[in-house]
């Protein structure tokens, strides 16, 4: 379950938004250079870029989709850690790693029922925390060992 905090949330969107924003803007400056080095005037630039804008277009609809994708996933790390704090709440110590895909990744599918600590999974990778080949895209869950679901669920 990581990050642990949501301080630590606000950390990661805020490198998150920034990384996003200067990939766009080098994107954007690259674009408009090869543009220019080609012969392609201002005007013809400036409607290029609004129509991309508009349109949500390679450059523009790279930008949604980021904010999109850093949204969901904030939201799914701060019911993560609103959960943990609540089964730290109850006394719950050990987890089991539940896999929420109908086609889980190698690493996660390897992982599925295994039992351990919160300490345990932090040193071998969390879900969502880049350990495995599906990384932040990643929807498995650690619950409570005392989970008594299957440990694979397809939605």
Not at 35 to 54: A, E
């Amino acid at each position: 379950m990581m990050p642990q905090t949501y301080q630590d949330e606000a950390i990661i969107i805020e490198a998150e938004l920034s990384a996003m924003a200067e990939k766009i803007a080098i994107d954007l400056e690259t674009f408009i250079l090869r543009m220019k080095l080609t012969g392609v005037g201002d005007d013809i630039i400036t409607s290029t870029l609004f129509t991309d804008l508009k349109e949500g277009g390679v450059l523009f609809g790279q930008f949604k989709n980021g904010i999109k994708n850093i949204t969901k996933d904030a939201i799914h790390n701060v019911a993560n850690i609103s959960a943990e704090k609540e089964f730290r709440m109850a006394g719950i110590d050990t987890f089991m790693w539940v896999t929420v895909s109908g086609k889980p990744c190698p690493d996660c599918d390897g992982r599925a029922g295994e039992v351990g600590t919160k300490e345990y999974f932090d040193a071998i990778g969390n879900p969502k925390s880049g350990f495995s080949v599906c990384g932040r895209h990643c929807k498995c869950q650690l619950e409570p060992a005392t989970y008594k679901g299957d440990t694979k669920i397809s939605r």
